[in-house]
T-cell receptor, first 110, second 119 residues
């Protein structure tokens, strides 16, 4: 499985945008970029995914670099409830596997 | 209903006990998963069931025995566990889009987990 690299932790102020980066320089042409997050004392939760184009949904936006070697998860207005561990995962087309990396701990200050 | 339920929420067992963890979903998903998560670590995949057949076993010790009685239920039978097996056990489900070649878009729904302590 191709690997991802994320910062260990980030901090944001409430109601400000947050940009969570992810590097995946060994991504293959068929790998999808998935983001999940895990709130304290809960199971992981799907956030968003994309292949080549930028994506938006009600939770977040995903910006994918043109060469696909990096991506950024954007939370447009962080709230205290967004404090979580955010995982960037590459999903290949060959099997039912999610391989979680260490993720980024996002802290949101009021 | 987009919920995956897991029972029990907490479980304490001795090393000679036999216990089972249960997971249920009613989203019509055909893939179900068990993950293990140690404190402050990411989840690690243990098993995958696809259309009620075991498709992935990530070299998990035989003291963990999965079972998928039907497409909505997933069990994890535990026997002769060690204290280092204490962890959060997460269940997940997904549509399983592998047959259609769209596995890259398949998203997983996770339950809240069972916190297991082995004494």
């Amino acid at each position: 499985d191709a690997k991802t690299t994320q910062p260990n932790s980030m901090e944001s102020n409430e109601e400000e945008p947050v940009h969570l980066p992810c590097n995946h320089s060994t991504i293959s042409g068929t790998d999808y970029i998935h983001w999940y997050r895990q709130l304290p004392s809960q199971g992981p939760e799907y956030v968003i995914h994309g292949l080549t184009s930028n994506v938006n949904n009600r939770m977040a936006s995903l910006a994918i670099a043109e060469d696909r070697k990096s991506s950024t998860l954007i939370l447009h207005r962080a709230t205290l409830r967004d404090a979580a561990v955010y995982y960037c995962i590459l999903r290949d087309v060959y099997g039912n596997k999610l391989v979680f990396g260490a993720g980024t701990i996002l802290r949101v200050k009021s | 209903d987009t919920e995956v339920t897991q029972t029990p929420k907490h479980l304490v067992m001795g090393m000679t006990n036999k216990k089972s963890l249960k997971c249920e979903q009613h989203m019509g998903h055909r893939a179900m998963y068990w993950y293990k998560q140690k404190a402050k670590k990411p989840p690690e995949l243990m098993f995958v069931y696809s259309y009620e057949k075991l498709s992935i076993n990530e070299s998990v010790p035989s003291r963990f025995s999965p079972e998928c009685p039907n497409s909505s239920l997933l069990n994890l039978h535990l026997h002769a566990l060690q204290p280092e097996d204490s962890a959060l056990y997460l269940c997940a489900s997904s549509q399983d889009l592998s047959a259609g070649g769209h596995i890259g878009t398949d998203t997983q729904y996770f339950g809240p987990g069972t916190r297991l302590t082995v004494l």
